[in-house]
T-cell receptor, first 113, second 110 residues
């Protein structure tokens, strides 16, 4: 499709529970990026993929966060043992190549209570 | 100091006014993006530029690579332009991640 589809739109988890977020990039886009938006305008890069390979994971809190992009499946971002500070909107973006811009998904709002 | 600085943080304008939002960055970049985030939270990519100037409708974006500065202009502003405008730079090579500014919240009054 022509949009980046993120599911679910909203997710509520109790502290310590697992959270799993999904992102279907635009067909034909090789690059997928995950960003975390905390507060209102603070974006933090988490991880990027080139096809199913991790391209850059320097932003990932590795002890609890993991991500995958497997062939023929939506990409996923999983948070084990969520903490209150993980409450944020998680955006996925995809890109076809360096010559093209990004298309952002509508985000998943994660609330940890 | 943030690597991407935007000004102003907040901007209120009357319908019809010409608006300028500024972005300065301190890192080497391969491209600069202007994004629009509506109150509902969705993000729309407005421009990606690496030199010169781009225009789309009432929006104009310019970049000066030597001065590490970009501006986003909105001509004949309208209440529907009310949103947060975010400058983000692409670092670390052609497929580097974006580094975001903190955004400029624009409110256009009728």
């Amino acid at each position: 499709g022509e949009e980046v589809a993120q599911t679910p739109k909203h997710l509520v988890r109790g502290e310590g529970q697992k959270a799993k977020l999904y992102c279907a990039p635009i067909k034909g886009h090789s690059y997928v990026f995950w960003y975390q938006q905390v507060l209102k305008n603070e974006f933090k890069f988490l991880i990027s993929f080139q096809n199913e390979n991790v391209f850059d994971e320097t932003g990932m809190p590795k002890e609890r966060f993991s991500a995958k992009c497997l062939p023929n499946s939506p990409c996923s971002l999983e948070i084990q043992a969520t903490k209150l500070e993980d409450s944020a909107v998680y955006f996925c973006a995809s890109s076809q190549s360096s010559a093209n811009g990004y298309t952002f998904g509508s985000g998943t709002r994660l609330t940890v209570v | 100091k943030n690597e991407v600085e935007q000004s102003p943080q907040n901007l209120t304008a009357q319908e019809g006014e010409f608006i300028t939002i500024n972005c300065s960055y301190s890192v080497g970049i391969s491209a600069l993006h202007w994004l629009q985030q509506h109150p509902g939270g969705g993000i729309v990519s407005l421009f990606m530029l690496s030199s010169g100037k781009k225009k789309h409708g009432r929006l104009i974006a310019t970049i000066n690579i030597q001065e590490k500065h970009s501006s986003l202009h909105i001509t004949a502003s309208h209440p529907r332009d009310s949103a947060v405008y975010i400058c983000a730079v692409k670092s670390g090579g052609s497929q580097g991640n974006l580094i975001f500014g903190k955004g400029t919240k624009l409110s256009v009054k009728p």
